[in-house]
T-cell receptor, first 108, second 116 residues
């Protein structure tokens, strides 16, 4: 069945630095969604990518869908303390499969 | 919009007891999902309803787990009998798409279950 792998599992970032989290699927996806979960909270939808090679931006966040629609990335520039949390990708094949998430901590 | 409502927010019970978790999806949404989140296994889909009908329950761990959706505004997840390994945060999510997973899923605040 479909598996979605996400790396790294943990990301410790100095405030102001950039970082990227990667998501890889064992199967071709119809689309991919990204969610953010703050500590003690629930996953909140960030964005959905549908087209091959699609790139979308939300302020300091840049999301990319691979040409083969099997991988995706989230790049955050100039990390802020408000970026703390766990970022999940969720690959959509015949059902939504969540990656294990990248938990981000920020050093001020 | 009140969002997805779950109750209780916290539940502590003893092994062997029956546990019922409740969910009210966003009004107008016709897809409902139950997830379980643990440190070891991450976020797992347990069951998915569309128009109140269970579509995919392949994630339900075993017969001790059952889920119902008697109407469009209410769903329950029941564990009987509960075991310590069932301790987790259980999320309910809803979406408005009629065909599956292509729409945004809106998650409830979760129920933190502890089985002693």
């Amino acid at each position: 069945g479909q598996q979605v792998m996400q790396i790294p599992q943990y990301q410790h970032v100095q405030e102001g630095e950039d970082f990227t989290t990667y998501c890889n699927s064992s199967t071709t996806l119809s689309n991919i969604q990204w969610y953010k979960q703050r500590p003690g909270g629930h996953p909140v939808f960030l964005i959905q990518l549908v087209k091959s090679g699609e790139v979308k931006k939300q302020k300091r966040l840049t999301f990319q869908f691979g040409e083969a629609k099997k991988n995706s990335s989230l790049h955050i520039t100039a990390t802020q303390t408000t970026d703390v949390g766990t970022y999940f990708c969720a690959g959509n094949d015949y059902k939504l499969s969540f990656g294990a998430g990248t938990t981000v901590t920020v050093r001020a | 919009d009140a969002g997805v409502i779950q109750s209780p927010r916290h539940e502590v019970t003893e092994m062997g007891q029956e546990v019922t978790l409740r969910c009210k999806p966003i009004s107008g949404h016709n897809s409902l999902f139950w997830y379980r989140q643990t440190m070891m296994r991450g976020l797992e889909l347990l069951i998915y309803f569309n128009n109140n009908v269970p579509i995919d329950d392949s994630g339900m761990p075993e017969d001790r787990f059952s889920a119902k959706m008697p109407n469009a505004s209410f769903s329950t997840l029941k564990i009987q009998p509960s075991e310590p390994r069932d301790s987790a945060v259980y999320f309910c999510a809803s979406s408005s798409h009629s065909g599956g997973f292509t729409d945004t899923q809106y998650f409830g605040p979760g129920t933190r279950l502890t089985v002693l």
